[in-house]
Nanobody, 119 residues
Framework: QVQLVESGGGLVQAGGSLRLSCAAS????????MGWYRQAPGKQRELVAA??????NYADSVEGRFTISRDNAENTVYLQMNSLKPEDTAVYYC??????????????WGQGTQVTVSS
C-alpha cells in the first residue's frame, strides 16, 4: 500500500555532514507526522527528530546539529545532519504517519540506512 525509500546514509568523518531522504509513495490520502529514528548496536531505537503541522522536535543529543524538513508535494522528509559525532553512528529509520483512507492513519517504516561516523 505504502512504500518508503530511504537514501543518503554512508561513512563520514567526525565533524562532517550527511543528508538523509525518505520518500513515501503508494496509496496516500495525506501524511500527518514524519520522523527519523535511529538504532545503534545493542541499544533501543530512539527518536531523533519529528515534524508535523505542530512543528518540530529533536532529541537533546542532536539539537542544534540536525535539522528535519519535509516536502509535502513530494511526500518526502529530510534529515540534515551536521557536526556528526561517532556516537551518531546507527541505522537510521524514517517513520511516516499516513492517512490511507480518511480518517484512519497508520505508521509506516523505511528499510533503514546505515550512518557511520569515524573518529
Amino acid at each position: 500500500q505504502v512504500q518508503l525509500v530511504e537514501s543518503g546514509g554512508g561513512l563520514v568523518q567526525a565533524g562532517g555532514s550527511l543528508r538523509l531522504s525518505c520518500a513515501a509513495s503508494g496509496r496516500i490520502f495525506s501524511i500527518n507526522a514524519m520522523g527519523w529514528y535511529r538504532q545503534a548496536p545493542g541499544k533501543q531505537r530512539e527518536l531523533v527528530a519529528a515534524i508535523s503541522s505542530g512543528g518540530t522536535n529533536y532529541a537533546d543529543s542532536v539539537e542544534g546539529r540536525f535539522t528535519i524538513s519535509r516536502d509535502n508535494a513530494e511526500n518526502t522528509v529530510y534529515l540534515q545532519m551536521n557536526s556528526l559525532k561517532p556516537e551518531d553512528t546507527a541505522v537510521y529509520y524514517c517513520k511516516v504517519e499516513v492517512v490511507v483512507t480518511w480518517p484512519r492513519s497508520g505508521d509506516y517504516w523505511g528499510q533503514g540506512t546505515q550512518v557511520t561516523v569515524s573518529s
